[in-house]
């Protein structure tokens, strides 16, 4: 099982909250040290490295909202400086993978803490292995998070980015599955007196319980409400997770376990004698100091990503808005129904899976505001997720459209005079065309301008 080698000792990890992050994927500065090798070399100055740097900044700061799981096709151009940003939630208890798949070698991929407000700078949380695909971490507490990729100077190509989430834990008893859940932590105990500090699994007698995880056995004994019970301690991720109502206890206190050993058998001991046999499993966090739910630990979220994009085939390529349309700051959402229900009643209130601003999600306008693009503009499919393109303007406005909206449609026209054609990013003059030439007409591009392809290939302006 992965993520078991943590970056921190236990102490530290308990006092500041840390993720639990595999020490391939150590957060490292590589970003930093390329930025500083630019200055080092001027190329700060110039047209490209300014854009490389401030598009790494803007990825940061205008992030796209998503929702886990989310799969995007995107393309970079290497003539033009560019970076992706996401921020999305996740929940304690969950494993967030994000998976990178690309021909290009030399790029930066970032996982950071999203700042709780304006003001404050993203923690860096992972990143991506120097040769590696993807990232892994587990966060320790309710969050939101941002990913920055950004290829090198001169480097680009295409990249499908997805971002999943899936319980950290091995499940904790033999050929049985979340459906077998039939107690919730937070229900009511002893008329209300307490509450339940866990969740019960219910299976036939005998059942194997198995450990969760890589973990030491630190007690196994007899208590009044628990009856046969065996603790073992997760030091990687600072938890102690309680098993009880054990009929047969199968380890001895201070033995190794690895993730799926048997460590005991359900039963109804303790003050379950009256319930059929299930093991009731508790997770605590920082000694016995907190008791959290463990559903996220142990049941994988609704998995509903797109396998391919409906437009991942046109990433890359300018095109034309073919009917009046607007374009949002993120992909909208899709909800997923979940195969299985967490009926934890403390969850009751919360307004979705996780509302880390207390405002029910993201703000409207995460990112700036949305945008009117009329029938016939020019614009670039950077990315594509779902049935949404992420699109770009010929002047640098970005967004996301419905797929349908857009076209593939070009028209050929010919030049009445003497013109110059210009760059597109740069403005600079690029051609000169002759009264009688004809190019091919991509569409508008504001009021006055027209984006054409020359005849050799290369987009351009025209005024």
Not at 419 to 445: F, H, K, M
């Amino acid at each position: 099982m992965k993520l078991l080698i943590a970056l921190v000792v236990v102490s530290v990890v308990a006092s500041c909250g840390r993720e639990i992050v595999e020490e391939e994927f150590a957060p490292v500065d590589t970003h930093d040290r390329y930025v500083d090798a630019l200055i080092r070399l001027d190329l700060h100055e110039t047209q490209m490295g300014r854009d490389w740097i401030s598009s790494a900044r803007a990825a940061l700061d205008n992030p796209s909202f998503v929702a886990t799981p989310v799969e995007e096709t995107v393309h970079f151009d290497p003539h033009e400086p560019a970076a992706i940003g996401y921020r999305f939630a996740a929940e304690q208890g969950r494993r967030i993978t994000v998976s990178i798949e690309t021909d290009v070698e030399r790029y930066f991929a970032d996982v950071f803490r999203a700042p709780p407000s304006a003001d404050g700078s993203p923690e860096p949380v992972a990143s991506r292995a120097e040769s590696g695909t993807g990232i892994e971490f587990e966060p320790r507490r309710d969050a939101e998070y941002l990913l920055r990729i950004q290829p090198e100077l001169l480097r680009g190509g295409r990249f499908v980015v997805s971002i999943t989430a899936h319980a950290s834990l091995a499940f904790p008893v033999e050929g049985v599955g979340p459906e077998r859940i039939l107690s919730f932590f937070g229900d009511a105990r002893d008329g209300g007196a307490r509450r339940h500090e866990g969740i019960d699994v219910f299976a036939p007698r005998g059942t194997p319980l198995l450990a969760a995880s890589d973990s030491t056995v630190i007690r196994v004994g007899v208590r009044d409400r628990g009856g046969n019970i065996v603790t073992l301690r997760d030091d990687a991720r600072d938890l102690l997770l309680y098993y009880a109502h054990l009929d047969e206890q199968l380890v001895r206190q201070g033995q190794r376990v690895r993730a799926g050993d048997a460590i005991g058998t359900t039963g109804n001991t303790g003050n379950a004698v009256t319930t059929p046999p299930h093991l009731h499993i508790g997770i605590y966090q920082g000694s016995w100091a907190r008791s959290v739910d463990p559903w996220n630990y142990f049941v994988d979220p609704p998995t509903t990503v797109p396998t391919e994009s409906v437009a991942a085939d046109r990433v890359g390529e300018w095109m034309r808005v073919s009917t009046p349309t607007s374009a949002a700051p993120s992909v909208p959402g899709t909800t997923a129904t979940p195969r299985f229900v967490n009926r934890n009643p403390l969850l009751r209130n919360r307004s979705g899976p996780l509302d880390v601003s207390g405002t029910g999600g993201p703000p409207d306008e995460p990112d700036g505001p949305s945008f009117a693009l009329p029938a016939g503009e020019a614009i670039r499919a950077i990315g594509a997720i779902g049935d949404h393109v992420r699109i770009r303007t010929a002047d640098g406005r970005t967004g996301f459209v419905p797929a349908v909206a857009l076209s593939d449609r070009s028209d050929r026209i010919d030049v009445d005079t003497p013109q110059s054609a210009y760059d597109p990013r740069t403005g600079d003059a690029i051609a000169s065309l002759e009264a009688g030439s004809s190019v091919e007409l991509i569409g508008s591009a504001g009021e006055r301008a027209r984006l054409v392809r020359l005849p050799g290939g290369r987009v351009a302006l025209l005024n």
